[in-house]
């Protein structure tokens, strides 16, 4: 009979080294899937047993192994949204094509910052938020820029359309509770989509700069001379106030005067009338010209002014 290659203590070291292998390979796959690393912008979802709860520190983190629990990663920062034109800059006509209030057509194009707010309701409240973010954003683009002119699109109104954007972006949003939230909305390009009507809009944008030239002239024109016509209205204001006083203070002295005369009358009639016509005598006579005549009418003295 033939002696076996291996003895029973052989198989037995084998069988014992079998485990060991088997159970390293174990232990390191325990260790492989048991961490797992947050970056400073992340959050990550742990599910256990199919209920989700977040995890924001950064760092190396354990987790159950075996699929007891599962780790998602979720990006929480800041990105970006083109709608109206690709990466490369080109225009997609179906997104920026859009009609203004007077029916006038305008292209445009925005880019959004929308940011995750909520990892949980991101991954589990939408099956693609971020299309559901553009969809939304396309429908209020296109509603908000259909309540302005085409003049106020391409010029005055950019900054008003941006506000009026995110604020029902934002409301709408925070309904639905996908977990995203919208930071800021631009307008990156406004044209008409025609060079006729871009050259006209071109030109009514000169004349408004032109227009704000002249004002702005007409303006420094007031500054500079504005203090000299205000220090002259208050030269002659003063004059004017002077000359009321002195008027009234004359006015006031005639009355005291008169006042003072009538006192004097009330007292001593006769004498207070004979002084006064005393007094008018001497401030008429020394203008008076006297002529003397005898009946026949000939002039006998020239008495006065002229006649000594």
Known sequence: ????????????????????????????????????????????????????????????????????????????????????YDAYGNSIENESLMITKDFNFVSVDFYLEWQVTDAVAFLYAAEDPETVVKTLAMSYIRDTVGSYSVDEVLTTGKAQIQTEIKDKLMERLAAENIGVTIRSVAIQDAEPPTAEVANAFKAVEDAKQNAETVVNGATAYKNQNLPAAEAQVRSITEKATAEKAARIAEAQGQIARFNAMYDEYVKFPEVTMQRMYFEAMEQLLPNITVIVQDKDGTIINILGKDGK
Do not use: C
Not at 33 to 60: K, L, Q, R
Not at 67 to 76: C, F, T
């Open 1 to 84: 009979m033939k002696q076996n290659d291996f003895s029973d203590q052989d198989i037995t070291k084998l069988v014992r080294l079998a485990w060991m292998v088997a159970l390293g390979i174990l232990v390191v796959v325990m260790v492989l899937t048991s961490f797992y690393t947050i970056n400073e912008d992340e959050d990550a979802v742990v599910t256990t047993f199919g209920h989700p709860s977040v995890v924001s520190d950064s760092g190396m983190h354990f987790k159950l192994p075996f699929g007891i629990q599962k780790v998602r990663k979720v990006d929480m920062s800041v990105q970006g949204m083109q709608i109206g």
